[in-house]
């Protein structure tokens, strides 16, 4: 029997509860309560004008959010009667209130210019007061401008072919405070429990109750996109095409950036200064087939993005922080490189790319600083729909997919040492493995390492190499049967309409780069630790069901 010689493995069983002292029985009890509230407040004034070719349309309005949510939990322990679940049938009660409030108070604008119907321009304007910002920043005024023109409209001799066409033009800038409330200053709370002091006195001691440091200096995140694109139909709308060009600028963006853990907290909130996203967008959409019984439709929604950090704080050696991660698995910004920059450590290698292992564990050895491996964020994603109609008994089949990012899948370094996985195959018939390499002298390796710490030493290392993947999919998302009863109807004079349909979600995965895993499919679900992948999340499901749709 082998015994592991350090204690960094979580074990699947149960402590050992200790037993209740005399007069009580085991037991525990939680009696959780959960208030959401929120209230909004409007108002909307509108006009509108038209001066022969020309038009004016014009829009004030105004709007209060407030949200308020309260949590009351109360746990017990050790029980005086056994099998009575309720909060006085306890030893020991341990009490939870919690409440946060939040307000944003809105006044906005907006007018459209309008001539002939074939050329518009939109100007809008927007004012937040954010309650989760210190007052000096909790304000910001954004203002946008939006332009088209319908040339097919405006221009006589086209092909006769062109059936539609039309360009616009945009700018736009968004802000959000993208925090909790209370995020600008520290909080304390009073322990449960009564604590002697240096006279035996039982008093109430309280405590610092967070673990993120404090910015009473953030400001809301703010958001600049341009935009242009081109809108065109041809062949009588048997074909579509709709492409836009975008470039978007993020400054003052909130993050918590990690922290070390002397300082008892373990991340603060900063504001991180600009990073670029770009792209193309593009709505492409075709029936193939087009009779008095029969239709096909075909839509593709396909989209590219790029994006670069490009300043991370005042000081120009502000280039690198990191946002999330641990384990050897890290989520980075760095100055430089694109949005979500995928850290990990790697295996030694000497000059000619050869492994390196410890020549008495014979164990792998790694690099002492770590490395990108690639980018969590996909460039390519959209989805593809097929919609086959024949005599009102309608088909629908949508293909999306993800490309073009990287993941830790680290569901698989659980699997490895656990002896799960397998790539623990090798070695077991033999009792001990071999590494492929050589030591540090240079010479080969010739150690051999006993099984499980051969296959532990990845993860005691933080070396997550081996389970870099590509987290791209292509995926049967979703497959659509209906049949629309309407035309049978006609006597019925209060049913307007009625479509049967049978839905089947989540059907296929066609195509993935992971072992043992759905790409989608992970435990993390912080915007920080996209594309790190531990605990093993719970299976996907799919789900097949009916809908009934009448209208009246």
């Given at each position: 029997m082998y015994t592991r010689g350090q204690d960094y493995n979580i074990p699947n069983g149960y402590a050992p509860i200790p037993a209740a002292p005399t007069g009580f029985i085991n037991g525990s009890y939680t009696q959780d309560v959960r208030r959401f509230r929120e209230r909004n407040y409007d108002f909307l004034l509108g006009a509108n004008r038209k001066i022969n070719d020309f038009g004016v349309d014009l829009t004030l309005g105004g709007n209060q959010m407030y949200r308020r949510m309260e949590y009351n939990s109360v746990s017990v322990t050790d029980f005086v009667q056994p099998g009575l679940y309720t909060i006085l049938n306890g030893r020991i009660k341990d009490p939870l209130y919690s409440k946060t409030e939040r307000k944003v108070n809105s006044l906005y604008g907006a007018v459209e210019f309008s001539y002939k119907s074939l050329l518009f321009l939109n100007v809008t304007g927007r004012n937040d007061w954010f309650s989760t910002l210190a007052p000096a920043n909790r304000s910001i005024l954004y203002p946008s401008v939006t332009g088209s023109f319908i040339f097919s409209d405006a221009i006589n001799k086209l092909p006769n072919w062109l059936s539609y066409g039309k360009l616009r033009a945009a700018y736009a800038e968004v802000g959000d405070d993208n925090v909790a409330p209370y995020s600008n200053?520290?909080?304390?709370?009073?322990?449960?429990?009564?604590?002697?002091n240096p006279s035996g006195q039982l008093?109430?001691?309280?405590?610092?109750?967070?673990?993120?440091?404090?910015?009473?200096?953030?400001?809301?995140?703010?958001?600049?996109?341009?935009?242009?694109?081109?809108?065109?139909?041809?062949f009588n709308s048997k074909i579509g095409l709709d492409v836009s060009y975008y470039r978007k600028i993020t400054n003052d963006q909130i993050l918590a950036a990690q922290v070390s853990d002397a300082s008892s907290f373990t991340n603060q909130l900063i504001n991180v200064g600009r990073s670029m996203n770009k792209g193309l967008e593009m709505l492409f959409t075709v029936s193939p087939v087009k009779t008095t019984s029969f239709r096909w439709d075909v839509s593709a929604n396909v989209s590219y993005n790029t994006s670069e950090v490009l300043q991370l704080g005042l000081n120009p050696a502000d280039t690198v922080i990191s946002v999330g991660g641990g384990g050897g698995r890290f989520v980075k910004q760095v100055v430089g490189k694109p949005i979500g920059a995928l850290y990990t450590f790697l295996y030694r290698r000497d000059d000619q790319g050869r492994q390196v292992f410890d020549a008495n564990s014979g164990r792998p050895l790694r690099n002492n600083f770590d490395s990108y491996v690639g980018n969590v964020l996909p460039k390519y994603f959209g989805g593809i729909t097929n919609t086959f109609n024949y005599k009102g008994l309608v088909l629908t089949t949508l293909i999306d997919f993800k490309l073009g990012a990287k993941m830790i899948a680290g569901s698989n370094m659980n699997a490895l040492r656990h002896g799960l996985h397998k790539r623990t195959l090798v070695g077991r018939a033999e009792g001990y493995v071999i590494g492929d390499g050589v030591n540090p002298d240079g010479?080969?390796?010739?150690?051999?390492?006993?099984?499980?710490?051969?296959?532990?030493?990845?993860?005691?290392?933080?070396?997550?190499?081996?389970?870099?993947?590509?987290?791209?999919?292509?995926?049967?998302?979703?497959?659509?049967?209906?049949?629309?009863?309407?035309?049978?109807?006609?006597?019925?004079k209060f049913v307007k309409g009625l479509k049967l349909s049978a839905v089947a979600n989540n059907v296929l995965i066609l195509k993935k780069w992971t072992e043992n895993m759905d790409p989608e499919n992970i435990a993390n679900i912080s915007?920080?630790?996209?594309?790190?992948?531990?605990?093993?999340?719970?299976?996907?499901?799919?789900?097949?069901?009916?809908?009934?749709?009448?209208k009246f």
């Open positions: 200053v520290l909080y304390y709370s009073v322990n449960n429990n009564l604590f002697p008093i109430p001691v309280g405590g610092i109750n967070a673990s993120q440091i404090p910015n009473a200096d953030l400001r809301p995140l703010r958001v600049s996109e341009a935009e242009f694109g081109i809108e065109l139909k041809l010479k080969a390796n010739t150690t051999k390492s006993d099984i499980q710490p051969f296959y532990e030493t990845p993860n005691v290392l933080g070396v997550n190499e081996d389970f870099v993947f590509n987290s791209g999919f292509w995926k049967l998302r979703q497959i659509t049967l209906g049949y629309d009863f309407t035309k049978y109807m006609k006597n019925v915007d920080n630790e996209t594309g790190l992948d531990f605990w093993t999340a719970v299976p996907p499901t799919r789900s097949i069901g009916v809908n009934l749709n009448i």
